[in-house]
């Protein structure tokens, strides 16, 4: 019983959820870019040609565009199947924490959205970042399932649905897990509400 409040024990098994090359993170809140926040009224306005896909940045990290502090959640459109093909939106990509670049949305979803993001538009290492993705609301059986949850409403009134699953940016934060675990395990329970948090800044037009 004595182990069961080791504090040694319980990063022992923090520790073993991380088995990339940077150390363990869990931060008190995250921050929303003036990008994301741009990019989140931009779903809103087309939700019906538009989804997010969504990171956080799990170090400082440095790409093309510029530089991004640990803790940072980013938030990307990518364009559904059914949107008009001749249509330009106004998507933004991050330079910094207040200054939005001019970007064209992800295409489509023939690769994962969250590596696209990285690789391509932030042109920043993959290994830095865990991924998930914000779109409407899911239906209630789609909902239940472990790597989907729906968020009733956000601080603009309106809810989403958030798929905490990554082909790729997960795993290594998360005990080989590609979706961030809804309970206690590798702090999943954690991540889940300093991410609709995030959701919750990002949903107000403070930029």
């Not at 990019?39 to 940045?57: A, I």
């Not at 170090?59 to 008009?84: C, D, H, Q």
């Not at 082909?167 to 309970?183: D, E, Q, T």
Request: glycine fraction near 8%.
């Amino acid at each position: 019983m004595a182990a069961l409040y080791d504090p040694r024990s319980a990063f022992a098994a923090t520790a073993a959820c991380v088995t990339g090359p940077l150390p363990s993170f869990l931060p008190n809140r995250l921050t929303v870019d003036c990008a994301s926040r741009q990019n989140f009224r931009l779903f809103r306005q087309d939700s019906k040609s538009l989804g997010l896909t969504g990171v956080v940045s799990m170090t400082a990290v440095r790409g093309k565009l510029g530089s991004y502090e640990a803790g940072n959640l980013f938030l990307f459109p990518w364009i559904k199947p059914k949107a008009p093909v001749a249509r330009l939106w106004a998507s933004a990509a991050p330079a910094s924490l207040s200054q939005a670049l001019q970007a064209a949305p992800i295409p489509n979803a023939t690769l994962p959205l969250d590596e696209y993001f990285c690789r391509i538009v932030l042109v920043a290492p993959t290994v830095a970042f865990i991924g998930f993705s914000v779109d409407t609301p899911h239906e209630k059986s789609v909902s239940r399932r472990p790597w989907t949850s729906n968020v009733e409403k956000l601080a603009d009134g309106a809810g989403v649905g958030i798929g905490w699953d990554s082909a790729g940016l997960n795993a290594p934060w998360f005990g080989g897990s590609r979706w961030i675990p809804h309970g206690e395990t590798c702090n999943g329970k954690a991540w889940r509400k300093l991410i609709v948090e995030g959701l919750q800044q990002a949903s107000v037009p403070a930029c």
